[in-house]
């Protein structure tokens, strides 16, 4: 090992016990803050709009948030191994804090939206370096442990997130979903300030790859506009979606075209030659397309096909992620025990969570409660098992110096497969669901409603969900006599077996990318964890 190296890293071992347990700490609080503030502000955006107005740009709340800090995430991964760490976890946090004030003082929704922006490139910061600030005071056998206890707090924090974003908007002011973030952050700022040690990377003196952030962005960008887009405020074959999509790939190739030539390159196309971390990237990127596109459609399922209230509904999501908690929990710390076998957990997790989708696919308007919920908590514990697998498989795979680059890239790649399947997803499911209800809507309706009325209808299940959407429907067809009282139970009866069959099929195509995935882990390399960092190996594993 040459000096360079040696003095470019702080081995774990030379940290103190208090300085460990005070960055694991601040962590753990980074995950749990980076969290609630999603459910929080879920919650609180009904009061939002009533003060600020602008429903039409309810959805670009969290749309800004998402693209800001997933674009942020393998930039800020690829600078932490070039600069280190803390100071970007710092300036992280700060912007953080910053966006979560201004958000709070927001006068109108174009405010929130830019504010919200500006706060999503400080959770990406944090995003990028949370995980691998844990690989670098724990070795990979020491690491499923406190990897399973982030997951668990992600969890944790996203089952009283809901419950704590309406106390705190009706007791305080929504203002203060934003502003609760303020005095966690500067605690986490505090612990890692005074004890997380500032790691610098062999390459101290390398250079930006500017031209690879530019073009990495400008694919990225309209690629997850189109995306957000597409279905929903433009038709998917429209000339803007259509030309930002090509606009993307034309950037994506340049930007291939670029890393290929980059001395230091933003995304190492080396590491795709690691077998591990290929497979790994694909796994997680089905999993990220197969979850959040599908687990959106839960709640809708409770309220709009079994009857539950939105409050009930949202409860029966509380079992779903303490099946992920204690998944998770169990799979770290099956991983630091047994010294690996990742390829062994990585099928039970897929395969509980393949078997979870296979039964929520099947359930229909006459699913009971609990049989309903069961099926999610099953699915909830495959999710967690597989939450640190993978990525402690790719951590003890790479090079140190590439170690924040493969997190970051990790978390990238779930995060672009959520967003791929929240719009692919959701596409399927307006079709299918305009699909069954028309072709099931009784002749005698047919008859009496006009062909504008029924478009209306397939459209949006609402009348299932909203109380004041059955009355109008209801009061439209008390003018058609005895008769009408009927016809309007038979149109819920349809709308509510339609809605059924689109999330049966929406978790039919879910659960063949889960399987796919499956089918993917059988391939990966299995690799004994190692019980030290290896600042030697710097050409990489896995291949």
């Known amino acids: 090992m040459t000096p360079e190296v040696e003095n470019a890293f702080l081995p774990p071992m030379v ?17 749990f803050m980076s969290s609630l503030n999603q459910t929080v502000i879920g919650t609180a955006m009904p009061r939002i709009i009533i003060e600020l107005g ?71 910061m944090m ?27 992600m969890g944790i924090s996203s089952i009283i997130g809901p419950t704590l974003g309406g106390f705190i908007t009706d007791t305080l002011s929504w203002h203060w979903v934003f502003w609760v973030n303020i005095p966690i952050g500067v605690s986490i700022i505090l612990l890692i300030f005074f004890f997380f040690p500032d790691l610098r990377s062999v390459h101290p003196k390398s250079r930006v790859d500017f031209s690879g952030v530019a073009t990495f962005i400008l694919a990225l960008v309209p690629a997850m506009l189109a995306l957000s887009w597409g279905g929903v405020d433009q038709p998917w074959i429209s000339v803007p979606i259509i030309g930002m999509l090509v606009f993307s790939l034309i950037m994506g190739i340049l930007f291939l075209f670029i890393e290929t030539r980059s001395k230091e390159p933003l995304i190492p196309l080396s590491l795709y030659k690691n077998q591990i971390f290929k ?22 399922f409770f309220q709009g096909v079994l009857g539950a209230s939105a409050t009930i509904s949202g409860s029966f999501m509380t079992p779903m992620m303490l099946g992920l908690v204690v998944g998770s929990f169990t799979s770290g710390q099956f991983l630091s025990r047994a010294g690996g076998h990742y390829r062994l957990q990585g099928m039970i997790g897929l395969g509980a969570m393949a078997l979870g989708m296979g ?16 099926n999610i908590v099953l699915t909830g514990v495959g999710i967690g098992i597989i939450m640190p697998c993978y990525t402690i498989a790719v951590q003890n795979s790479v090079p140190y110096h590439f170690l924040g680059t ?80 009927a016809l ?32 993917a882990n059988f391939f990966i390399k299995e690799m004994p964890l190692r019980k030290q960092h290896d600042f030697t190996n710097l050409g990489g594993q896995g291949g």
């Open 54 to 124: 602008g429903f039409a740009h309810y959805t670009w709340v969290a749309t800004a948030f998402l693209i800001t800090s997933t674009i942020t995430i393998p930039i800020v991964g690829k600078l932490s191994d070039m600069y280190g760490r803390k100071r970007f976890y710092l300036i992280g946090q700060g912007i953080f804090i910053a966006g979560s004030l201004l958000s709070g003082f927001s006068q109108t929704m174009t405010q929130l939206i830019l504010f919200r922006g500006f706060q999503g490139i400080g959770a990406g």
């Open 279 to 300: 497979i790994s990237q694909v796994i997680i990127f089905l999993m990220g397309m197969g979850m959040f596109g599908s687990l959106i459609f839960i709640p809708l």
């Open 406 to 485: 493969a997190t970051s890239l990790m978390v990238f790649a779930r995060s672009i497969g959520g967003t791929l399947g929240l719009a692919v997803l959701g596409v399927v499911m307006s079709n299918r669901f305009r699909f069954h209800f028309m072709h099931h809507l009784p002749p005698a309706v047919k008859v009496l409603v006009t062909p504008e009325q029924m478009t209306m209808l397939a459209k949006n299940p609402q009348a299932l969900i909203s109380p004041g959407a059955q009355m109008r429907m209801k009061a439209f067809f008390a003018g058609f006599g005895n008769q009408g009282e």
């Open 15 to 31: 940290l103190t016990r208090q300085q460990k347990i005070a960055t694991l700490v601040g962590a753990l609080l980074s995950m």
């Open 359 to 374: 039964l929520i696919s099947r359930m229909t308007f006459q699913t009971g409660f609990t049989q309903a919920v069961a």
């Open 127 to 153: 995003m990028a370096n949370t995980v691998a600030i844990i690989a670098d005071i724990f070795p990979p056998a020491e690491r499923g442990k406190y990897s399973g206890l982030m997951t668990g707090t």
């Open 488 to 519: 309007s139970e038979q149109i819920l009866q349809t709308l509510r077996q339609s809605l059924a069959f689109a999330i049966s099929q929406v978790f039919t195509i879910a659960l063949c990318l889960i399987l796919i995935g499956f089918i």
